[in-house]
T-cell receptor, first 113, second 116 residues
Framework: GESVGLHLPTLSVQEGDNSIINCAYS??????FIWYKQESGKGPQFIID?????DKRQGQRVTVLLNKTVKHLSLQIAATQPGDSAVYFC????????????FGKGTLLTVNP | DTGVSQNPRHKITKRGQNVTFRCDPI?????LYWYRQTLGQGPEFLTY????????KSRLLSDRFSAERPKGSFSTLEIQRTEQGDSAMYLC??????????????FGSGTQLSVL
């Protein structure tokens, strides 16, 4: 079946550097994408979302880029901090579903002080 | 704290036993979801309620699983005759209908089930 996946399982960066986490999706009907952050022992926490009619959206220190041509999504974190260390998941909704999220496998981000 | 609350946080049980988990959603949210997450994987959709009505069940939800939301507020997820393969984190999420397809889900911290 169609699914959402991630290119890299782990990413290690130095504090203060920018981080880029990538995600590939295969469902061309996907129309809404979300990035979640999950810290150890906690549930996923919403970071930022983007609709398929956009190619970029910015939040506080985070930017999501969407390339529908190659079905690729990325999360950029500026000036990465130790508190950003977590597993990051991309998730998608498709086909008009307004409730079912399909998650990728996740990328573990480690920020070194 | 008015977030999604799940109890217990951890449950250890022996194979064959029944377990029940509880989820209290954000009070004004009328939609409630159960997801399952295994180590290193993203959460997988199990089932969804709008108010007290269970509107969809994933094929992952075998006959041994049952979820209820009797009064449209809290929900319970019961697993009968647990198997080792049921070991996972069970996540509950809630949302408020009316947000369209950009409706945001808020997750609880989950119940970690270990079946010995």
């Amino acid at each position: 079946g169609e699914s959402v996946g991630l290119h890299l399982p782990t990413l290690s960066v130095q504090e203060g550097d920018n981080s880029i986490i990538n995600c590939a999706y295969s469902n061309s009907a996907s129309d809404y994408f979300i990035w979640y952050k999950q810290e150890s022992g906690k549930g996923p926490q919403f970071i930022i979302d983007i609709r398929s009619n956009m190619d970029k959206r910015q939040g506080q220190r985070v930017t999501v880029l969407l390339n529908k041509t190659v079905k690729h999504l990325s999360l950029q974190i500026a000036a990465t901090q130790p508190g950003d260390s977590a597993v990051y998941f991309c998730a998608e909704k498709s086909g008009g579903s307004n409730y079912k999220l399909t998650f990728g496998k996740g990328t573990l981000l480690t920020v070194n002080p | 704290d008015t977030g999604v609350s799940q109890n217990p946080r951890h449950k250890i049980t022996k194979r064959g036993q029944n377990v029940t988990f509880r989820c209290d959603p954000i009070s004004e949210h009328n939609r409630l979801y159960w997801y399952r997450q295994t180590l290193g994987q993203g959460p997988e959709f199990l089932t969804y309620f709008q108010n007290e009505a269970q509107l969809e069940k994933s094929r992952l939800l075998s006959d041994r699983f049952s979820a209820e939301r009797p009064k449209g507020s809290f929900s319970t997820l019961e697993i009968q005759r647990t198997e080792q393969g049921d070991s996972a984190m069970y996540l509950c999420a809630s949302s408020q209908a009316g947000g369209g397809f950009t409706e945001k889900l808020f997750f609880g911290s989950g119940t970690q089930l270990s079946v010995l």
